[in-house]
């Protein structure tokens, strides 16, 4: 029922009787363009942005009027207007403001911004919480445009597939129309329309994200987790030096112009000038950049433009604008984010339960909305290359319905790639048929073990999605193995499919002959072991054989809920080295024997139960989406081994409970654990293959963080344990005290410090601790260890990794 209110106001409001159109350009003295300048009416909220070429447009009904120009830097302009039924250009040039130094008081040699800033720093937390409910109507348009690239990147061609060859070209254009809705510390955004150029079924950025410069730590996401300080944060006095550059009047007010500059560098501070009401001491608007040497990650530059308007006895954000710029990989790119406020309620009345845990709304048919509709409900004109850009991708997405280019487009994309095939692997897709072939890369084909010999295993897999935005999606993985030592041939047969409309679900059923590690989890890479077996004679590769068949489900319930179940049934047999084949030969080490386990046949069941309290998701109209929570998720599974069900001769239940968070300490860097408590409550009968099992690391690369040992040897403390704990932590500084460090501070390199522990309550411990330097050209980690507590595991060693591809938060 309220969708159809809101249906029914929106058709209303589209439909209600405007006269002529106001439209103009914003420039300065110079002529030159003052992108995203702000016009209002007078004495309310309303009004429009200019686009990036100072353009702009507003419809008002017919009456008398003064608009208003303003610009972050240029005195802010008036004309009183008459509006008609006819169009009408207004222009307006801004003169870049002239700020007074006046009857400036100095005290004991201080600049007077000290002064000015100390008493913006008393004000700022009560104006941090000046407004704690309202409601506004928010316009967010992004674009990124490519200014170079390069032809080709990790050996293949770069095309953008839309017929244009030329270097600087738009590569992402999104607009959104929202409803804002905050009731502190609640927040909800409800998505009215949304368009991505070239993706009619996309959904563009559309969460607005007011910057609080009135927050000790402001937070940019990825910029830099540690977060930014505030120029007015309270102790912003350490970390800022601070100079008067004049004040201005506007509407009857004094505004000073503050110069903020880092007292040093690679510490995460902002550049420019922020603008304070005299006597409110409250923010007017600002200016603030930050570079590389401020500690930003993956962008060069960031400049923050933000405008507030006063609303009553209060000032509220009236346009935020993000301008970013980056060099990564010969890529070359900037772009613009720009989001202009309206219609603000300060007392608005939300219904119970209206915010629940849906933090961003799309409503239904939110990114199908016709030209026409955009163009009489968006607050600032489309820039011409914005026009172009919408009608040429606009044109390139319909070019799919056409069966002809569909073919010469897979025949393009499918064109056999040497290296992928060598190092990767390579998808062949059907655009047609939305459906990918997956072909395993050839290094992951052909492999070595003392079990096997050299061993082709193939695994291609074939997947279909049945639309482009829902979940549904199949996938189907045939295996087929052989050992040319060994000479055993094994297949298998899996399948997944994935679907939910409204929270992810998805069942498995897999089944054949297959070659296991005794630790399912599979703890060694055959690449590593490959290489280690031939060119170090260590076999850490542990097999067995087994005839199973397997299924697994798992449910998302909302609130953070999750469960999960499955079947599986393996008929186990041993299997034996047959090849010492090796290229170097080591006089004081030999191959070890394979792991030995009798012949046996094991059905078992696992539940389990996953929460995360307080979890926020984003609402499509067919699915939810979890985006997360600030508490830790917990999880228990119990595996229980049925004896004789199908033959089985095993007989245990076995438990394990997860506790695992990733916590922002802001400044301080970032804290991330996971804990493990379990054991078998039954073990009558268990077979190493169901022994507790950890996550080792014999070879040089890292193992998984959070969930691995690094130096500790494979199945070396497995067991049956009634009760056994695991302890997994990292302490991620980016960039705190390496910032202090002369030269080093430059490389941006970041330390980390790490902890592993064991506890089994037969006395069992053994303890990891590590020391390591990340962010090495932004993508790698290497780390010194060191093994403790346990006599037989003593060791050091250094590792390296990819970070972003060892996360760590599997189970």
Same mark, same amino acid.
């Given at each position: ?13 589209c439909?209600?009787?405007? /006269?002529?159109? #106001? ?15 702000? #016009? ?7 009004? %429009?942005?200019a686009?990036l070429?100072?353009?702009y ?16 830097g ?14 009408? $250009?207004?222009?307006?040039?801004l003169?870049?403001?002239q700020?007074?130094l006046?009857?400036? %008081? ?13 008493n913006?720093?008393k ?11 309202f409601?506004t ?21 770069? +095309? ?10 738009m ?8 409803k804002?809705? %905050? +009731? ?21 950025f559309s ?6 410069f009135?927050?000790? &730590?402001?937070?940019l996401? #990825? ?19 601070y ?20 007292r ?9 000038y ?16 930050l570079?590389?040497?401020?500690q930003i ?9 933000? !405008?507030?308007?006063? !609303?009553?006895n ?8 993000i ?5 990564i ?16 309620? $300060?007392?608005?009345?939300?219904p ?5 845990n849906?933090?961003?709304k ?7 909305k ?39 487009l ?12 060598i @190092? ?10 939305g ?17 096997e010999?050299? %061993? ?50 998805? #069942? ?66 041993? @299997? ?16 070890t ?8 046949? /094991? ?15 984003i609402?499509y ?14 999880? !228990? ?5 049925i004896? +004789? $069900? ?16 990733? !916590? ?9 654990y ?15 293959q ?5 996550q080792? &690391? ?9 969930n ?48 592993? @522990?064991l506890?089994? &309550?037969?006395g ?6 590590s ?10 980690? @290497? ?24 996360r760590?938060?599997?189970?």
């Amino acid at each position: 029922m309220k969708f159809i209110f809101f249906i029914c106001t929106l058709f209303i409001f589209c439909n209600t009787s405007y /006269a002529g159109k #106001i439209y103009g350009h914003v420039r300065n003295d110079k002529s030159e363009t003052l992108a995203f300048s702000s #016009i209002i009416v007078k004495g309310t909220t309303q009004g %429009v942005s200019a686009n990036l070429s100072g353009e702009y447009q507003l419809q008002l009904a017919e009456g008398e009027y003064v608009l208003i120009a303003q610009h972050v830097g240029y005195k802010s302009s008036e004309k009183k207007i008459v509006v008609t039924k006819a169009d009408q $250009l207004i222009d307006f040039q801004l003169s870049e403001q002239q700020y007074e130094l006046g009857n400036i %008081v100095v005290k004991n040699g201080e600049d007077p911004a000290y002064e000015i800033i100390r008493n913006a720093i008393k004000k700022r937390n009560y104006y941090e919480n000046e407004i704690k409910k309202f409601e506004t109507e928010v316009y967010i348009k992004g674009q990124l445009k490519l200014r170079n690239y390069p032809k080709k990147f990790m050996g293949e061609e770069v +095309d953008f597939e839309d017929g244009d060859t030329s270097k600087r070209k738009m590569i992402f254009l999104s607009e959104t129309v929202a409803k804002y809705s %905050v +009731d502190l510390p609640d927040r909800k955004t409800e998505v009215i329309s949304t368009k991505v150029s070239g993706d009619q079924d996309g959904f563009g950025f559309s969460s607005p994200q007011i910057i609080s410069f009135y927050q000790n &730590n402001v937070n940019l996401g #990825i910029l830099n987790p540690r977060g930014f300080v505030s120029p007015i944060a309270a102790g912003a006095m350490n970390f800022y030096r601070y100079k008067f550059e004049g004040s201005f009047f506007e509407d009857n007010k004094m505004i000073s112009r503050v110069k903020v500059i880092p007292r040093r560098t690679f510490e995460p501070l902002f550049n420019g000038y922020i603008n304070i009401i005299e006597g409110e001491w409250r923010i007017h608007s600002l200016r603030l950049t930050l570079l590389k040497e401020n500690q930003i990650q993956i962008a060069d530059t960031v400049t923050i433009e933000q !405008l507030y308007v006063p !609303l009553g006895n209060v000032w509220v954000i009236k346009q935020q604008t993000i301008y970013p710029a980056i060099k990564i990989f010969s890529f070359d790119a900037h772009g613009s984010f720009v989001q202009v406020y309206d219609k603000f309620n $300060l007392k608005p009345v939300f219904p119970k339960k209206f915010f629940g845990n849906t933090v961003l709304k799309f409503y239904d048919s939110a990114n199908k909305k016709p030209l026409g509709y955009w163009d009489s409900i968006r607050p600032l004109p489309l820039q011409q290359e914005e026009i172009l850009d919408y009608i040429k991708k606009d044109s390139l997405e319909r070019l799919p319905l056409d069966p002809r280019y569909l073919d010469s487009l897979d025949r393009k994309r499918n064109k056999p790639n040497i290296t992928q095939l060598i @190092l990767s692997g390579q998808n062949f897709g059907s655009e047609k048929l939305g459906s990918n072939l997956y072909v395993d890369a050839l290094l992951d084909v052909i492999n070595y073990n003392t079990v096997e010999g050299a %061993v082709i295993d193939f695994s291609p897999t074939y997947s279909k999605r049945f639309d482009k935005v829902s979940r549904r999606r199949l996938s189907i993985t045939p295996t087929f193995r052989y050992g040319l030592s060994n000479k055993r041939f094994n297949a298998n047969l899996s399948t997944t499919y994935t679907f939910g409309k409204k929270y992810f679900s998805s #069942i498995s059923v897999s089944g054949g002959r297959k070659v296991y590690q005794f630790n399912n989890a599979n703890p060694v890479l055959p690449r590593s072991n490959t290489l280690s077996s031939l060119n170090w004679e260590r076999n850490f590769l542990k097999l067995y054989e087994a005839g199973f068949g397997r299924v697994q489900y798992s449910q998302g319930f909302g609130d953070g809920f999750m469960f999960g179940a499955g079947l599986q049934y393996q008929d186990r047999i041993p @299997l034996y080295n047959t090849t010492l084949h090796k290229w170097r030969d080591f006089k004081d080490r030999e191959f070890t024997e394979n792991i030995y386990a009798v012949p046996h046949k /094991a059905f078992a069941s696992t539940f389990s139960f996953a929460w995360q309290p307080k979890v926020k998701y984003i609402e499509y109209p067919d699915r939810k989406v979890n985006i997360g929570s600030k508490y830790p998720r917990l999880n !228990l599974a119990v595996t229980t081994g049925i004896k +004789d $069900l199908f033959g089985s001769d095993v007989d245990y239940t076995k438990w394990r409970f997860t506790v695992s968070d990733d !916590l922002n300490l802001k400044l301080a860097g970032r804290f991330s654990y996971r804990l493990n408590v379990g054991g078998f409550l039954n073990k009558k009968t268990v077979y190493f293959q169901d022994y507790q099992h950890y996550q080792g &690391n014999q070879t040089g690369a890292a193992a998984q963080y959070l969930n691995s040992f690094q130096l500790l040897p494979y199945y070396s403390l497995s067991n049956t344990s009634s009760f056994n704990t695991t302890a997994h932590a990292e302490y991620h500084l980016n960039g705190l005290l390496t910032n202090k460090i002369p030269l080093f501070k430059r490389l941006n390199w970041f330390l980390v410090g790490a902890t592993n @522990l064991l506890y089994l &309550n037969n006395g069992t411990f053994y303890g990891e601790g590590s020391v390591g330097i990340e962010n090495i050209l932004k993508i790698l980690r @290497l780390d010194y260890v060191q093994s403790f507590g346990h006599k037989q595991f003593n060791t050091s060693g250094i590792k390296f990794s990819l970070p972003l591809l060892l996360r760590g938060e599997e189970d």
